[in-house]
């Protein structure tokens, strides 16, 4: 799975997604966009967009979009990496056009 990780998700998250390509916003070239046209840039050339930002879900509709959307409860990296195993189990069930929220205890 093609995986883009938003500016407010820290890069060390790549390493729970082994077997996946991950990239970030800011190494695509793409930092500083906004979210939809972000989402319209990341689709067809991702699967998958992982964000923290809480607002997205009011802001962008996402039915009939070609992309999923994992929301993070938290950006804390060591939250993060403890939840592993839920962050993996989420990415298994998202559809595109969804946003998932993970909420990391």
């Known amino acids: 799975m093609r995986m883009l990780l ?7 998250i790549h390493r729970i997604l082994a077997g996946h390509e991950c990239t970030t ?4 070239g793409w930092g500083g966009m906004r979210n939809g046209d972000l989402l319209d ?5 991702f699967d998958l967009f992982i964000t923290a930002d809480q607002n997205l879900r009011y802001q962008q509709r996402l039915a ?6 994992l929301e993070l ?6 939250r993060i ?3 592993e195993e ?15 929220g993970l909420e990391i205890p």
């Open 6 to 12: 938003d500016e407010c998700v820290p890069w060390p």
């Open 25 to 28: 916003v800011q190494r695509a």
């Open 41 to 45: 840039k990341a689709e067809g050339t």
């Open 64 to 69: 009939g979009r070609r992309i999923a959307v």
């Open 73 to 78: 409860s938290t950006n804390d990296l060591r």
């Open 81 to 83: 990496l403890a939840a």
């Open 86 to 100: 839920a962050i993996r189990a989420a990415i298994e069930t998202l559809r595109a056009g969804v946003l998932h």
